[in-house]
């Protein structure tokens, strides 16, 4: 069975300081592909990043980083220098091939200014 | 950028009544998803659709849910008797292919009274 894990329910930084998500998963299958989205006040679901089981490498984009490690099956997002835009709720998700999507429990991101 | 549009953006609807959610989405994409997500809580996988027929559904999918495409462009998602519980925010996805993002459409809001 595959299962996504966000221990942190929710989170308050004061604009410009550094946060990580962070996202634990469990599958058994060795061909799997996780997902972050971030759903902000409005509601929508936005897609953010994909990363596949065979690339761990560290992926950034802009003030956003992600840090895949399967050694710890983590799958880790981190916002450097958060503005109040920020403010969402982010959900990782996990898929292993043939299967559906699975979502974490999400995080709350509260960016005070 | 094509995007996954869904109407009504909010439904009321009576206790009993039956309601359909239509969904439009990306028209290269293969496969389709309706997920809900109760308020406040994570977004939960209700059925996949791919070649005209149900690949996968959860235990909410049960029968008083149903999809369709009804035409090449469409793809609906119907409940026969609705109760109080179902009231939600549903989402409508498309992906090309197993394993590909999802992306998601805006939601409709489902109050049931």
């Known amino acids: 069975a595959q299962k996504v894990t966000q221990a942190q329910t929710e989170i308050s930084v004061v604009e410009k300081e550094d946060v990580t998500l962070d996202c634990v998963y469990e599958?058994?299958?060795?061909?799997?592909?996780l997902f972050w989205y971030k759903q902000p006040p409005s509601g929508e679901l936005v897609f953010l990043i994909r990363r596949n089981s065979f690339d761990e490498q560290n992926e950034i984009s802009g003030r956003y980083s992600w840090n895949f490690q399967k050694s710890t099956s983590s799958f880790n997002f981190t916002i450097t220098a958060s503005q109040v835009v920020d403010s969402a709720v982010y959900f990782c998700a996990l898929t292993a091939y043939g299967q559906n999507f699975v979502f974490g429990p999400g995080t709350r991101l509260s960016v005070l200014p | 950028e094509p995007e996954v549009t869904q109407t009504p953006s909010h439904q009321v609807t009576q206790m009993g009544q039956e309601v359909i959610l239509r969904c439009v989405p990306i028209s290269n994409h293969l496969y389709f998803y309706w997920y809900r997500q109760i308020l406040g809580q994570k977004v939960e996988f209700l059925v996949s659709f791919y070649n005209n027929e149900i690949s996968e559904k959860s235990e909410i999918f049960d029968d008083q849910f149903s999809v369709e495409r009804p035409d090449g462009s469409n793809f609906t998602l119907k409940i026969r008797s609705t109760k109080l519980e179902d009231s939600a925010m549903y989402f409508c996805a498309s992906n090309i292919g197993r394993g590909q993002p999802q992306h998601f459409g805006d939601g409709t809001r489902l109050s049931i009274l």
């Open positions: 599958t058994r299958d060795t061909t799997y592909y």
